[in-house]
């Protein structure tokens, strides 16, 4: 059980936090493997929509409401998710970018020492007024922004950032009435930072860089971590690798694949460690 540092609010108004996560099992692992052109925010949403087992008063939890979590709210459930597969530690190799240096370095970290921020004055939508006179009311970026505008952030991240906005602000003054994307492109370079502005300090954060030591050279520099990259990246099971150790245990022990597939891949690799045990203490004739 945890806690999410935003918050889901349904639509009768009520916040839920408290959430229950179930760790990878081979479907999932096969879904990941099945891949191949991911769109990362839909991936996102799959897979947490099968391992969310409740969300507040909300069991199951539909897909429909994973899309409208805030983005820092399914980066840590991602974080949350990794520690349930795999642990807490994480070891990654990275170059050190100084350029005197450059050489391969390997760090371990915890993913309890990634910084999370709560999210600041909860609720579903927020107001600021900005130095120009401006009233703005807004809410916070959800996946289901990062789903509809993930393609278009390679070809064209300025309007990519308009488009946004644009989804996000609920309502300009003056004039009065739900805007458009050509009503928030016209606003002044000065008042749409001042929003995005209100936007970052409101909303929960994970930490997408983290601070690590080159042991070659001894100085220090940041490292960025994407979430999204470091958990599907980690993630990422070869099929024929899988469908190998479902084969491996259904021919030693006769259960379904549906059976292996329903497994944790914690719980599938004790058992394939226990068989090879048992396998070479066979052959070894004790």
Excluded: K
Aim: net charge negative; aromatic share 6%; proline share 7%.
């Amino acid at each position: 059980m945890g806690v999410l540092p935003g918050g889901y609010w349904d639509p009768a108004g009520r916040l839920h936090r408290e959430f229950e996560l179930a760790a990878l099992t081979g479907r999932e692992e096969e879904l990941l493997a099945g891949t191949r052109s991911p769109r990362p925010a839909a991936l996102v949403t799959e897979v947490l929509s099968r391992c969310l087992a409740r969300l507040g008063d909300i069991s199951p939890v539909p897909p429909e409401v994973v899309r409208q979590l805030l983005v820092a709210d399914r980066q840590y459930l991602l974080l949350r998710l990794r520690r349930a597969t795999f642990g807490d530690q994480v070891a990654a190799n990275l170059v050190c970018p100084w350029p005197d240096c450059g050489r391969r370095v390997s760090i371990r970290f915890s993913l309890d020492s990634v910084p999370v921020e709560e999210a600041r004055d909860r609720a579903p939508t927020h107001t600021v007024t900005t130095s120009d006179g401006t009233g703005i009311v807004f809410r916070l970026p959800t996946g289901a922004d990062q789903e509809e505008l993930s393609d278009h952030l390679a070809v064209n991240e300025a309007e990519t950032l308009t488009a946004l906005l644009a989804r996000c602000v609920l309502r300009i003054t003056p004039p009065d009435g739900p805007p458009d994307r050509e009503a928030v492109a016209a606003l002044p370079a000065v008042t749409r930072a001042e929003i995005e502005e209100a936007m970052r300090e409101r909303a929960p954060s994970v930490e997408q860089s983290l601070e690590a030591e080159c042991a070659e050279c001894g100085r220090t520099f940041l490292a960025p971590f994407d979430v999204h990259r470091f958990f599907f990246g980690e993630l990422r099971t070869d099929a024929a690798a899988l469908y190998q150790e479902v084969h491996y245990l259904a021919y030693h022990y006769h259960w379904s694949e549906t059976e292996i597939m329903a497994m944790t891949r914690d719980r599938r690799h004790t058992y394939l460690d226990v068989l090879a045990d048992a396998i070479e203490v066979l052959n070894s004739g004790t």
